[in-house]
């Protein structure tokens, strides 16, 4: 069974950093290209960045280029969001999710960042 | 930027009634559209991928159509499990993006 697990969300300052991670079981990780998708609070859905299998390639969405970076270790079967300058229109539940040609195929439960003073 | 707009917005429906969603792309995006299904509090759940292709598991009552720019989800007869909100996706070039989303509600 693919299981996905976020972890990592916390409230932080405006300005700050967080790094979110996510834990994956029950598939060949390495075989997925893998992304992030956040639900601001009773918003919708938007996409915020991808990794290829090897992590040799990386795409964001517009509003977080060159704020947050997206990496994955293979051998620990793991994903990272490095955020950083963080604003309020980032808070939102962040979900870690698995690639299946152009869509998304298995979903965690999200972790949850709210960024405010 | 290619730009998803989902109509309509709300969805007033009974059980056994059939419900369409409509999905419009601002640009041809071929068949690379998939959608979900998300109830409150949990997480979205694929029903339907490249534009017409159901999911393992998700019930035949659902199927999707459509290529180029419009493409519409279909419940041929709604199920008290099917009151959630619906989202459709596309894919271009690597990048992603969602429809706002339509709330099917219980009328």
């Known amino acids: 069974e693919v299981q996905l697990v976020e972890s990592g969300g916390r409230l932080v300052q405006p300005g700050g950093s967080l790094r979110l991670s996510c834990a994956a079981s029950g598939f060949t990780f390495s075989s997925y290209w893998m992304s992030w998708v956040r639900q601001g609070p009773g918003k919708g859905l938007e996409w915020v960045a991808s990794?290829?299998?090897?992590?040799?390639?990386?795409f964001y969405v517009d509003s977080v280029e060159g704020r947050f970076t997206i990496s994955r270790d293979n051998a620990k079967n793991s994903m990272h969001l490095q955020m950083k300058s963080l604003r309020a229109e980032d808070t939102a539940l962040y979900y870690c999710?698995?690639?299946?040609?152009?869509?998304?195929?298995?979903w965690g439960q999200g972790t949850l960042v709210t960024v405010s003073s | 930027d290619i730009q998803m707009t989902q109509s309509p917005s709300t969805l007033s429906a009974s059980v056994g009634d059939r419900v369409i969603i409509t999905c419009r792309a601002s640009?041809?995006?071929?068949?690379?559209l998939a959608w979900y299904q998300q109830k409150p509090g949990k997480a979205p759940k694929l029903l339907i991928y490249?534009?017409?292709n159901l999911e393992s598991g998700v019930p035949s009552r659902f199927s999707g159509s459509g290529s180029g720019t419009e493409f519409t989800l279909t419940i041929s007869s709604l199920q008290p499990d099917d009151f959630a909100t619906y989202y459709c996706?596309?894919?271009?070039?690597?990048?992603?993006?969602f429809g706002q989303g339509t709330k099917l509600e219980i009328k």
């Open positions: 996706q596309q894919y271009n070039n690597y990048l992603y993006t």
């Open positions: 990794i290829r299998q090897d992590g040799s390639d990386k």
């Open positions: 490249e534009a017409s």
């Open positions: 999710a698995r690639v299946g040609g152009g869509w998304f195929s298995s």
């Open positions: 640009q041809s995006i071929s068949r690379w």
